[in-house]
């Protein structure tokens, strides 16, 4: 079966507070991941000298900006950004409940991946709270389109992940990865891809203001010869597409409980995986809410609706 799969929901036992670079805003950030109770799902918070200034349930109604990661909210002035990094990683590990406390507008980068978020939460531990989880069982395909990019659920007795990118570039071209989601799976096969990008697009991202934290120290960078110059070179020979594996995994954490079902995706991105969870959530008849994961039973149009709600 898939991730967390063990019927009770889960929060960490202490809090823990990682800092680093924001890889847009170019600014020293900090977040503190704190315990929650049951049924609070996981919330993020934006703090301003000890002040709260907003405030977000980790849900699909809640996303707002998709162009080059995936963001909380509607104002730049509030929202907090790239959040997917660390969703996949508590989505991963199976953790239902937690308060996140920002300091800066966006996550830190930390090495462009999810490992160090997953460190950091294996090091504080994991608690199970006295209270049953809830999942999200697929029940029918549903499926998006956008030229010649698609994505798709489809129903599937685990949590599976399919997905293929396809770029105009020699040195990634067509690659594919495929598997059942596991928390060890993901660590191992996943949570260490790291953000990548081309030299020809730092000017234009700079020049728009994003990307100004970017270094060869968080992401991959691909020459215009077609090389990679990271001194490292690539953590997994077909680290591309394990990391758009990893997005996607973050994008759709925030169905607001896990899937048991499969996810396929051509050519995606942060705004396929954002449309697709959203005709997901918008068809009722394509997936019930059931409290184990063998449970049968069909949930009533309002439960459904709470799972996801902001």
Same mark, same amino acid.
């Given at each position: 079966?898939?991730?967390?799969?063990?019927?009770?929901?889960?929060?960490?036992?202490? %809090?823990?507070?990682?800092?680093?670079?924001?890889?847009?805003?170019?600014?020293?950030?900090?977040?503190?991941?704190?315990?929650?109770?049951?049924?609070?799902?996981?919330?993020?918070?934006?703090?301003?000298?000890?002040?709260?200034?907003?405030?977000?349930?980790?849900?699909?109604?809640?996303?707002?900006?998709?162009?080059?990661?995936?963001?909380?909210?509607?104002?730049?002035?509030?929202?907090?950004?790239?959040?997917?990094?660390?969703?996949?990683?508590?989505?991963?590990?199976?953790?239902?409940?937690?308060?996140?406390?920002?300091?800066?507008?966006?996550?830190?980068?930390?090495?462009?991946?999810?490992?160090?978020?997953?460190?950091?939460?294996?090091?504080?531990?994991?608690?199970?709270?006295?209270?049953?989880?809830?999942?999200?069982?697929?029940?029918?395909?549903?499926?998006?389109?956008?030229?010649?990019?698609?994505?798709?659920?489809?129903?599937?007795?685990?949590?599976?992940?399919?997905?293929?990118?396809?770029?105009?570039?020699?040195?990634?071209?067509?690659?594919?990865?495929?598997?059942?989601?596991?928390? %060890?799976?993901?660590?191992?096969?996943?949570?260490?891809?790291?953000?990548?990008?081309?030299?020809?697009?730092?000017?234009?991202?700079?020049?728009?203001?994003?990307?100004?934290?970017?270094?060869?120290?968080?992401?991959?960078?691909?020459?215009?010869?077609?090389?990679?110059?990271?001194?490292?070179?690539?953590?997994?020979?077909?680290?591309?597409?394990?990391?758009?594996?990893?997005?996607?995994?973050?994008?759709?954490?925030?169905?607001?409980?896990?899937?048991?079902?499969?996810?396929?995706?051509?050519?995606?991105?942060?705004?396929?995986?954002?449309?697709?969870?959203?005709?997901?959530?918008?068809?009722?008849?394509?997936?019930?809410?059931?409290?184990?994961?063998?449970?049968?039973?069909?949930?009533?149009?309002?439960?459904?609706?709470?799972?996801?709600?902001?």
């Amino acid at each position: 079966m898939g991730i967390g799969l063990l019927g009770f929901q889960t929060t960490i036992a202490h %809090s823990v507070t990682l800092s680093g670079t924001g890889v847009h805003s170019g600014a020293e950030v900090a977040i503190t991941f704190h315990p929650a109770e049951a049924d609070s799902g996981i919330v993020f918070q934006r703090v301003v000298d000890e002040q709260t200034i907003s405030e977000f349930k980790a849900v699909s109604s809640q996303v707002g900006n998709t162009d080059l990661c995936t963001i909380l909210g509607f104002s730049p002035a509030t929202s907090i950004a790239t959040i997917e990094h660390v969703m996949a990683a508590i989505y991963a590990l199976g953790l239902d409940n937690l308060l996140i406390e920002v300091h800066g507008a966006e996550m830190p980068i930390m090495d462009g991946s999810s490992a160090p978020f997953i460190d950091a939460i294996e090091q504080t531990g994991i608690k199970a709270l006295a209270v049953k989880r809830r999942y999200i069982r697929i029940l029918k395909p549903v499926r998006i389109e956008s030229g010649a990019s698609w994505s798709e659920f489809t129903p599937y007795d685990g949590m599976r992940f399919e997905v293929e990118i396809d770029f105009d570039s020699p040195l990634i071209g067509r690659q594919a990865w495929k598997g059942d989601i596991t928390p %060890s799976v993901f660590k191992t096969e996943l949570s260490r891809a790291r953000t990548f990008g081309f030299m020809r697009d730092v000017e234009r991202m700079w020049a728009a203001g994003r990307g100004l934290g970017s270094s060869l120290e968080n992401s991959v960078v691909i020459a215009d010869d077609n090389t990679v110059i990271n001194m490292e070179g690539l953590r997994y020979k077909d680290e591309f597409v394990r990391h758009k594996t990893l997005d996607a995994v973050g994008d759709l954490a925030l169905a607001g409980a896990p899937f048991i079902g499969c996810y396929r995706s051509y050519r995606g991105g942060h705004k396929m995986n954002a449309n697709a969870l959203k005709a997901l959530m918008s068809d009722p008849t394509a997936y019930e809410i059931v409290e184990t994961a063998t449970q049968r039973q069909r949930s009533a149009p309002r439960e459904v609706i709470a799972v996801n709600a902001p």
